[in-house]
């Protein structure tokens, strides 16, 4: 197993606070059975996939104890624990599931403690690396303070349960407000080709040194329907993910990706096709797709 961040994997890496990822890394949300719920119909699969990641030099895992629930930081514990040193896994609190698989928002101070203490069990860690507060709701986007809730994970920071904080589903004014009240690591929203609405907060944080971490790169539950990204793949012989990948990575160099899959496979297609090389004129056709209107606004995750 390479315990080394490789070289080789597209886009180089990034600092999260003192901690180093290579901008390319790995969503760990498909491990979990259909529709986020419950275990993988093949589990001996989700944990090839999460050891393929770290083979391939991966160092930044993104997962959530809503995943499952429980379900993918358990099978990332059974997988990688002890974890090599480079590795770093990134998780968030702040929503929970019911028995129909919804995503109800859990911020109160008590519920993040339970949360984090949680994360700290089934990862089988005594500190976790970054936490992000979710924020909004299965809709998008919610305006409203949320100096509460962070305050809350701010003092378990303090405590020592939690190195770095970051912020997820979160408006401009709910990035500024969290920094007002401790060190913001990574924002972690919906953003790709089509879905442009945080330009100016990318390359606002690229300023300061934050990472940017876009969910649903290819559209998510509701793919991207364009005939300019399909034409473009299409001429470089690509799929349209790693053209939307490469894209990201070109787009702005705080921006880190975290595809999912559920197939090892499919995990080396995705890295591979992060380092697919666009042209100019690529990027022209491209960045013309999220001038055209955007398209609904997936479920945040």
């Not at 979990?32 to 999460?50: F, I, K, N, S, Y």
């Not at 809503?66 to 990134?90: D, F, K, M, Q």
């Not at 339970?114 to 005594?126: F, P, Q, Y």
């Not at 809709?139 to 509460?148: K, M, N, V, Y």
Request: glycine share 10%; with cysteine; aromatic share 4%.
């Amino acid at each position: 197993m390479n315990n080394t961040p490789s070289a080789s994997l597209p886009g180089g890496t990034w600092t999260l606070g003192d901690l180093t990822v290579t901008r390319v890394g790995y969503g760990a949300m498909q491990l979990a059975g259909p529709g986020v719920m419950g275990p993988p119909a093949d589990r001996d699969g989700a944990l090839a996939v999460l050891r393929e990641a770290v083979a391939l030099g991966i160092t930044h895992i993104d997962t959530a104890g809503a995943y499952g629930p429980r379900v993918t930081n358990r099978l990332i514990r059974e997988a990688l624990h002890p974890y090599p040193a480079p590795l770093h896994v990134v998780t968030k609190v702040g929503a929970v599931r019911d028995g129909q698989g919804d995503w109800i928002p859990a911020r109160r101070p008590e519920d993040l403690r339970s949360a984090v203490r949680e994360n700290l069990d089934d990862l089988g860690l005594d500190s976790l690396d970054v936490v992000n507060l979710r924020l909004g709701d299965a809709q998008g986007f919610r305006p409203g303070s949320l100096a509460e809730p962070f305050e809350a994970l701010a003092e378990l920071r303090r405590q020592g349960l939690v190195r770095h904080l970051g912020v997820s589903n979160a408006t401009p004014e709910q990035v500024a407000e969290a920094r007002t009240i401790a060190p913001v690591v990574c924002v972690q929203n919906m953003y790709n080709l089509a879905h442009r609405q945080d330009d100016e907060l990318i390359d606002d944080l690229a300023a300061e040194g934050i990472a940017y971490v876009p969910f649903f790169p290819l559209g998510g539950f509701t793919p991207l329907q364009s005939t300019a990204l399909s034409a473009v793949a299409a001429r470089l012989d690509a799929t349209p993910m790693s053209v939307a990948l490469a894209w990201l990575l070109r787009r702005s160099p705080n921006i880190l990706l975290i595809p999912g899959t559920s197939s090892a496979a499919h995990l080396r297609e995705n890295v591979a096709g992060a380092g697919l090389a666009l042209s100019d004129e690529d990027l022209v056709e491209l960045d013309k797709i999220g001038h055209q209107g955007d398209a609904a606004r997936p479920p945040a995750v």
